[in-house]
């Protein structure tokens, strides 16, 4: 009989010891569980901050606002507007230049849009490079990208700006202004491939409100001296157009007729 009772409490201490195991793990599933859901949250909440902050930077280039003031898109790589708008800025301007900066501008911008795969709005790319799905689209690049091919096709009669707004705040946005030699910047065009995701908009540096821009000339100069391609797509710029010569007839003896 005593032999009974003790392997009946053996049984049910065994019983209670497994009890308290299965307790244990249980307990200890659930601790992970509760780990992982708050990583999931904590993880899920930086997306969604990053994201809306992503959102508000853009406030100023929101489709509404995206053409406030004398600010307009380019309609193609020979825009008339833009040419015209360049010529403009003084009688000593060469037509011929300002088709180059024109179609330069424009193609340059789909370019960079095309190889950098670029979103809507223009700062969810900014995030995107942050986190590594994408390897450029920097309003500063695209506006380093067109001072190196503008400056390649050797104006003379057109000079290059690097201009700014908010400089070292989080919403800092560059682009490139275009006035006539030697011509005061603030009555310059700006150019700016980044705000409409590679679509060129370009109007006066004083007909912009979303932005106040201000002239940055040793940026420019350090860019120039120490150029830097963010892209792939390095075009040869187009050769300068030159007045064929006049074809010199050969000397000698003229045929008797």
């Not at 959102?55 to 509404?64: G, I, K, N, Q």
């Not at 003084?90 to 370019?111: I, K, L, M």
């Not at 705040?169 to 590679?198: K, M, S, Y």
């Amino acid at each position: 009989m005593s032999a009974v009772r003790t392997r009946s409490r053996n049984f049910r201490g065994r019983e209670f010891s497994e009890f308290l195991i299965e307790r244990d793990l249980a307990a200890v599933s659930a601790k992970q569980k509760g780990v992982m859901f708050t990583r999931r949250c904590f993880n899920a909440a930086i997306v969604a901050g990053a994201t809306a902050m992503a959102l508000a930077v853009c406030a100023p280039s929101t489709r509404a606002s995206l053409f406030g003031g004398d600010a307009v898109e380019a309609t193609s790589d020979h825009d008339p507007a833009l040419t015209a708008g360049l010529l403009r800025l003084s009688p000593s301007v060469n037509p011929d230049e300002t088709r180059r900066v024109a179609f330069t501008a424009y193609t340059t911008g789909r370019q960079l849009a095309a190889e950098w795969r670029m979103v809507w709005p223009p700062t969810m790319q900014s995030f995107l490079i942050h986190v590594g799905a994408r390897k450029a689209g920097h309003c500063y690049q695209y506006a380093n990208e067109l001072l190196l091919r503008l400056d390649a096709l050797k104006l003379r009669t057109l000079e290059l700006h690097w201009a700014e707004c908010a400089p070292g705040n989080f919403d800092e946005h560059n682009v490139i202004v275009v006035t006539a030699r030697g011509q005061p910047f603030e009555q310059g065009i700006l150019l700016d491939n980044w705000r409409n995701c590679g679509r060129l908009v370009w109007g006066p540096v004083k007909g912009d409100p979303p932005y106040r821009w201000e002239e940055n000339k040793a940026e420019l100069y350090n860019r120039l001296q120490h150029p830097q391609h963010y892209s792939r797509i390095i075009p040869r710029p187009e050769p300068e157009p030159h007045p064929t010569p006049a074809k010199k007839l050969p000397h000698g003896p003229r045929p008797q007729q």
